[in-house]
């Protein structure tokens, strides 16, 4: 069987952590060749997000079928969910901070706050790295990181205050530097598009319709519609239509689940009109798919 068809991995931040024991809240550290928890790529995250910053060395990243070149002074952003793969030179180095969403919401008042970042969340190919391109972002952002690094080996009473402080710095920072298209920095909005994304993500697998978006978001169908439109110059179908496609192909790319299996985990009617809409969007059928990804695996290697 092609490596290409296999069961993801789903993994826990607790997997990353040196501590012993469950419940880890943050793991920060350098991020070199030495590091290893022998997890198996690609893999996906659960509850954790992840934030990437390379000081030295090259490669490649792959988050959800995109690739990414890794190159010094840059920072990649991983989302719960998000299948992705890295392939690194020896010379590798930078650092690593991963946290759950409930050590990054910790007494805030507003809980969707993590929405408000434009590289997390996103659907598949919007949330690229962030190139840091003057020595005076490179350096303060390197600092950041390191004083985490350092606070993390302490055994404060206050550690996890300060290390909490320090990630919404570098978050905080690397919002202000991130590059946003314009329909992102436009006002009205903005807020419940990036929570109808949110809940896109978390309730692909249940193939919901535009309306049931709507009831959760306590919003009309109309409204959610017209607001989206206007935001993102898509309409809420494109959106759903994108991710679910996404999800599809990551089952046909990454399991042995049959067309029919991936069909009936997906809340389809049945085969015949999953193969139609599956075309419709790709322009493949999904045996076709799945055949042109074991061909394209075969061939590089």
Partial sequence: ??????????????????????GIQFQIEIFDQNRDFKVSYP????????????TQGKGLYTID???????????????????HEIAVSPDIKGYIFLFTSSFYLFNKPDQHQLLELPFF???????????LKKKTEQEEISDLFSKAVEEAKTESEDQQELIRAL?????????????????????????????????VEEKCQENLAVKDYAELLS??????????????????????????????????????????????????????????????????????????QINKTNKNN
């Fill in 1 to 22: 069987m092609s490596d290409l068809k296999k069961n993801i991995p789903v993994y826990s931040i607790d997997r990353f952590s040196r501590q012993a024991g469950t």
């Fill in 121 to 131: 969340y996103n659907l598949a190919g919007e949330a690229p790295p962030l190139q």
């Fill in 167 to 199: 990630l919404d710095i570098i978050l905080i920072r690397c919002k202000r530097l991130y590059p946003l298209k314009q329909e992102e920095k436009a006002g009205k909005g903005r807020l419940l598009v990036k929570r109808f994304k949110q809940l």
């Fill in 219 to 292: 919003v009309t169908p109309n409204h959610l519609s017209e607001i989206v439109k206007d935001i993102t110059g898509r309409t809420s179908t494109d959106l759903i239509n994108d991710r679910m496609l996404l999800e599809i192909k990551r089952m046909l790319i990454h399991t042995d689940l049959t067309v029919q299996e991936i069909a009936y985990a997906l809340h389809f009617a049945d085969q015949s009109y999953f193969s139609k809409y599956f075309k419709k969007l790709s322009g493949d059928t999904p045996q076709g798919f799945r055949q042109s």
């Fill in 65 to 83: 079928q995109q690739q990414y070149t890794i190159s010094p002074n840059t920072v990649f952003f991983l989302s719960p969910g998000q299948i």
């Fill in 43 to 54: 893999h996906r995250h659960d509850d954790f997000y992840e934030i990437l910053f390379i």
